[in-house]
Structure formats: C-alpha cells, structure tokens
C-alpha cells in the first residue's frame, strides 16, 4: 500500500510526495490508542531497559560460581534459583535479554538495509541485474537459517559477531525478494514514467518516490522478524554453535538447563518465559502496525469474519 493511502486512512492530508514524517506521527498516535499498541509499546520499553540497565540493578554478578548453592530452589537469595555451579539464575537472564537484543536488532536491520538495497536495484532495473540477483536470493533461502548458521558458523567460528553475519545473512533475500516486487509494480505506475518524462534522475526516483512506499510495510516485517531472530540465536546456542558458555545468553541457559531438568527444572523457567513474552510482544506490536498501515488487510479480514457473525443466531 502506497504512503499516500495510509496517510488517507489515517485521516492525514496528502500532497503530491509522500510525507513520512506525517505518517510517523500519525503511526504513533495510532499505536497509543489501541491495547495493540501501548501494551506491546510498554513491554518492548522495559526489555529494552532491562537490556540497557541491567547489570545495575541484578542481584548478583552471572559469572559468579558457589559450588555450595548449586541447583537451589528459588529463594530470597536467588529468586529464580541457580544453575549446575551455583550462579543466580535471574542474573543471568537479566544479563541475556542484552545478548539476545544485541544479536537481533543489528542483524535484522542490517540485513533489512541491504535487502532492500538489492531489491531496489533487482526491482528497478530488471534484466541481467535482476536475474543474477534472484538466483542469488533463492540460494540462499533454500538454506533454512539453523543449517546455514551450523554451515557457517562452523567455518568461521561462534561469536557475537559471527551469528549476527550468519542471521543477517538468511534474512537478507527474504527483505530482497520482497522489496523487489514492490519495486518492480511501483515501477510500472504512471507517475514514475512521468517524473523520467520530465527529466528526474533514477536515483531521484528511487528515493523520493519508490522506497517511501515500500518503506512502510518492509518496517512492519522487521518488528516481526526480530523475535523471529531471537529465537534463532536461542537455538543456536541452544545447539553449542552460538554464543559460548559462560556468556550468559538465553540458549546457553536453555542448554545448561536441560541437562538438568530432572533435578531442578528452575534453569528454564525463566529463559522460557523471556522468549514467550519478548516474542509475542514484536509479534503483536507488528500485526498493529500492519493494521494502522495497511487497512486493506483489516478490512478484508473483517470481511471474512461478517458472514460467519452473520450466520450466528440472534438472542
């Protein structure tokens, strides 16, 4: 949907050029309106302080061993109990809501700004560009992302660094692909012809015109993508290949844990229940922004659900 259309269903006054900052506002106040939006909103704004403040305020530090308190129920001391060798248990997670955010966000934006690079360029030139491009895309896809982070990071070896490449990377042709065909349609409007008709450079047209109306719908993607990259980073540490013990991270914990279950199962309970509500606060705050941005979808969804209403039996 075009920039101009959801200003429009926002009850925003559209000029001839996209106005983004219009939109943004409009976006916010949308989002502050709606239980969708604030409670997501609200979640994601104390995950981001725990990640930012944490080591302030946890209990304990997570490195630190007692060999005497070793998977201990919780109690005043440890309110989430301790691991295998004795480290508090919410520290350590308090300390891995950094990690997981620190590996997520730089690797889904980074690779949402290179897809939508390359899909741009796919998109708007077309031919030989495209072709090579797409091929590319598709080789990369038909790698689901956990084989290509074992590939790779195998290869390279495990990091910080190495498993925001590998994500960014099995991201990167999905945000290609998708902006490609935005880009290719948007091409094929009249109102691009008329701006190359009256002399405006490719690169004009791209950024004054194409990618503010690819733009939105791409930033709903991405607050849905992000949990989706942190539950790939749990797996792959979860799996030994990701981030390295002692790091405390929510895989390392998931695994150190499940070794463990049968004796105290307090190892996982809370890097469970971290990514449930990490997870589902993107996702939620995500299908908001597609309803604010994109009606089309809520009206059509509406629309199928007025027969089924219909059809119900009147009290």
Known sequence: ???????????????????????????????????????????????????????????????????????????????????????????????????????????????????????????????????VLVVLFDAVISFPAVILGLALLTLIGPSVTSVIFVIGLALVPYYGRLVRAQTASERRNQYIKAERSLGASHMRVLTSHILPNVLPTMLIIVAMDIPGAIAIEAGLAFL????????????????????DIGTSPWGILGPVIALVIVTTTFTVLGETLRDIIDPKYHVSRRSRLRPRLDSEPQS
């Open 1 to 131: 949907m075009s920039v101009a259309g959801s200003q429009r269903a926002l009850g925003e006054p559209t000029g001839e050029a996209p106005r983004l900052e219009r939109l943004g506002r409009g976006v916010v106040r949308e989002l502050l309106r709606r239980p969708g939006g604030v409670i997501p909103l609200t979640l994601l704004a104390l995950t981001l302080v725990t990640a930012i403040a944490g080591p302030r305020f946890a209990p304990h530090n997570p490195n630190s061993i007692d060999v005497t308190r070793t998977l201990a129920a919780p109690s005043g001391r440890h309110l989430l109990g301790t691991d295998e060798l004795g480290r508090d248990n919410l520290s350590r997670l308090i300390y891995g809501t950094r990690i997981a955010l620190e590996i997520a966000i730089p690797s889904v934006l980074g690779a949402f700004v290179i897809g939508t690079m390359l899909g741009l360029v796919a998109g708007y030139l077309g031919g030989v560009i495209d072709k």
């Open 240 to 259: 030994g290949i990701g981030v390295q013990p002692p790091t405390a991270d929510w895989g390392v914990m998931l695994n150190d844990g499940f070794t």
